[in-house]
């Protein structure tokens, strides 16, 4: 295990289907303007800070899961709640990657959405029956390749369109959601987080590979959310399109629109088994069957829940789970290790 090992890990599971096709951070930043940047700055640092906190807990205190860590924040008796809101909101966002796997198939490739995500729950059975390993292993590849792109496609946007002008543009109204997005997104990151980070840092049990993974791992998202933000603000019309990073590149730089769709696909995917391994280490728990038999559980009943159209699950689901996760994001900041 090395440092930017834990890091992968921590950007991995964070970036999922909305992160990665650009959706989730033109809901919460872009469509803000100048306020967006300075949301983005903020929620850089709470990653950073909070992330690192998180983890450095979970090892103090021996939490081996997300519902141990819960019942140390909030109390065992109001944990229980909190727990099964965590659980919901976990399935909830392991449907959405899912569904955003399908949509990139259907609206970008071409193929059938159903097929898309088949294969996408065949796949990912395939790597998590590795365990951590496979989980390694697949952000160890993926996260890099991810950070590279969106830095080439921020690049070129900054040369071929609008410059950094735009990024200073002011919102025709500020509205209460503008100033909540960086807390209630990362809010709502950090909570879902949880359920890999906790048994994670458990199991690594090395306090100082720890911290510095933690950090980069912070360091590198606001990395790739200031880059993918510059690139979103680069183009007009982006509100009803369900993948605009692709749009961008596409726009942008066609030689590159191919390789780039794989590194959406494999964003989505890190988070997919990401939370799929986190649900299984609890459903385990509690249930004592096999893990091959809960993954297939998990992935057919997040099959289901794909079949609802991705731009809406998005807009709709991941701002409500912000504002429920914010009580975990002020007392996470409150409470002393």
């Not at 890999?196 to 840092?201: D, I, T």
């Not at 100082?208 to 790739?224: D, E, H, P, T, Y």
Request: aromatic share 14%.
């Amino acid at each position: 295990m090395s440092v930017f090992q834990v890091a992968a890990v921590y950007v991995g599971t964070v970036i999922g289907a909305g992160f990665a096709t650009g959706k989730e951070i033109y809901e919460f930043f872009t469509q803000y303007g100048l306020y967006g940047l300075l949301g983005i700055i903020l929620a850089g640092y709470i990653f950073i800070r909070l992330g690192t906190k998180m983890m450095m807990i979970a090892l103090k205190h021996d939490l081996k899961n997300y519902m141990e860590f819960n019942a140390w924040l909030f109390g065992s008796r109001l944990a229980i709640f909190i727990n099964a809101i965590f659980m919901i909101m976990l399935i909830g966002v392991t449907g959405v990657m899912m569904a955003g796997a399908g949509g990139l198939f259907e609206e970008q490739l071409g193929f059938s959405k159903m097929g898309g995500m088949v294969f996408t729950a065949f796949l990912a059975v395939v790597v998590m029956s590795w365990g951590i390993h496979g989980l390694l292993s697949i952000n160890t590849f993926v996260v890099p390749a991810m950070v590279m792109f969106n830095i080439i496609l921020m690049i070129i946007s900054l040369f071929t369109l609008k410059g950094v002008g735009h990024l200073l543009n002011m919102p025709d109204m500020v509205s209460v959601k503008a100033f909540l997005s960086p807390f209630s997104y990362t809010a709502f990151n950090l909570a879902l987080t949880q359920a890999v980070l906790v048994p994670l840092a458990t199991e690594i049990g090395d306090e100082k590979l720890i911290k510095r993974g933690a950090n980069l791992g912070g360091i590198l998202l606001a990395l790739v959310l200031l880059s993918c933000h510059i690139s979103l603000s680069s183009v007009n019309g982006l509100a009803d399109i369900n993948i605009p990073t692709a749009y961008v590149m596409k726009t942008v730089a066609p030689f590159l629109y191919g390789l780039y769709l794989f590194i959406i696909f494999g964003e989505i995917f890190t988070s997919l088994i990401g939370n799929a391994f986190g649900l299984e280490r609890q459903l385990k728990k509690v249930t004592g069957l096999p893990s091959w038999s809960l993954y297939v559980f998990i992935l057919s009943f997040c099959l289901l829940i794909g079949q609802i159209d991705y731009g809406p699950l998005i807009s709709y689901l991941y701002p409500l789970f912000g504002y429920i996760s914010l009580s975990f994001l002020i007392l996470l900041m409150i409470k002393k290790e």
